[in-house]
């Protein structure tokens, strides 16, 4: 945990914050808290700074915040992603989140598989945890927002335009030319498929809805490696 993550419902009246659960043994059994000591601390949604223990009991941990920073810079890259398997998708989840992207819609394909939309982590309980472990490592307080959309053509066709107005559209096409350096650093919504990528008719789709098709050399990565990939070579300028 490099952020631990504060809440507003977490304050107390006299200001001070009192957090119990997996955050508080957090603190207990890996940062070893003790009254005095100082944490790297962040407000859901607002600003980043340092929490001072004031005590730390067995059930929980008092402390006091200050806050110092805004949180860092989002990536400005909309994901589009064909749902992968589950621990696929954990994955996923977390490196685009942990790289600053804040806007994340998993869309369907002809090769995802039916029983991946009725997942159990497609829960809003399961993305909450994962999302907060994801802000944690990455110094980050602000949430992303995650979209669900289980049919490939409406998506494209009807929401798609609505999205992110002005930014260019590139999806990764095995085979295609590597990402060109001016996409690098400018708002981009990004479209990855399942692994070996969408079939030819979503691709040829994508590139009539006024995608540009872009690629990662000759090799045929895993989804999440792709994702990490692009997505290093989109954040070059960006910060």
């Given at each position: 945990?490099n952020?631990?993550l504060l809440e507003e419902?977490?304050f107390?009246?006299?200001?001070e914050?009192r957090?119990s659960g997996r955050r508080?043994?957090?603190l207990?059994d890996v940062?070893?808290?003790?009254?005095?000591k100082?944490?790297?601390a962040?407000?859901?949604g607002?600003m980043r700074?340092?929490?001072?223990?004031?005590?730390?009991e067995e059930?929980?941990?008092?402390?006091?915040?200050?806050e110092?920073d805004?949180?860092?810079?989002?990536?400005?890259?909309t994901?589009?992603?064909?749902?992968?398997r589950?621990?696929?998708?954990?994955?996923?989840?977390n490196?685009?989140?942990?790289?600053?992207?804040?806007r994340?819609d998993?869309?369907?394909?002809?090769?995802?598989?039916?029983?991946?939309?009725?997942?159990s982590?497609?829960?809003?309980e399961?993305?909450?945890?994962?999302?907060?472990l994801?802000?944690e490592?990455a110094?980050d307080?602000?949430?992303p927002?995650?979209f669900f959309?289980?049919?490939?053509?409406?998506?494209?066709e009807?929401e798609?335009?609505?999205l992110?107005p002005?930014?260019a559209?590139?999806?990764?096409i095995?085979g295609?030319?590597?990402v060109?350096?001016?996409?690098?650093?400018?708002?981009?919504?990004?479209?990855?498929?399942?692994?070996g990528g969408?079939t030819d008719?979503?691709n040829?789709?994508?590139?009539?809805?006024?995608?540009t098709?872009?690629?990662?050399g000759p090799h045929?990565?895993r989804?999440?490696?792709?994702?990490a990939?692009l997505l290093?070579?989109l954040?070059?300028?960006s910060?």
């Open positions: 945990m952020l631990l419902k977490d107390l009246p006299s200001g914050a957090i508080h043994r957090q207990r940062i070893k808290a003790v009254p005095g100082r944490c790297r962040g407000i859901l607002g700074g340092h929490a001072e223990i004031l005590a730390c059930d929980l941990t008092i402390l006091r915040f200050s110092e805004p949180p860092p810079p989002p990536l400005p890259v994901l589009l992603i064909a749902l992968p589950p621990q696929t998708y954990t994955k996923v989840l490196c685009a989140v942990e790289m600053g992207v804040k994340i998993f869309i369907n394909s002809f090769k995802v598989e039916k029983s991946f939309w009725q997942g982590r497609l829960s809003q399961y993305l909450d945890n994962e999302l907060r994801a802000l490592q110094a307080t602000v949430m927002q995650i959309h289980p049919r490939f053509k409406p998506f494209i009807d798609l335009p609505g992110s002005g930014a559209r590139i999806a990764g095995p295609a030319e590597e060109p350096e001016r996409f690098a650093g400018a708002p981009v919504v990004l479209a990855v498929g399942p692994e969408f008719y979503e040829g789709f994508l590139l009539e809805h006024g995608f098709g872009v690629g990662l045929i990565l989804t999440e490696f792709a994702v990939a290093a070579r954040s070059i300028r910060f």
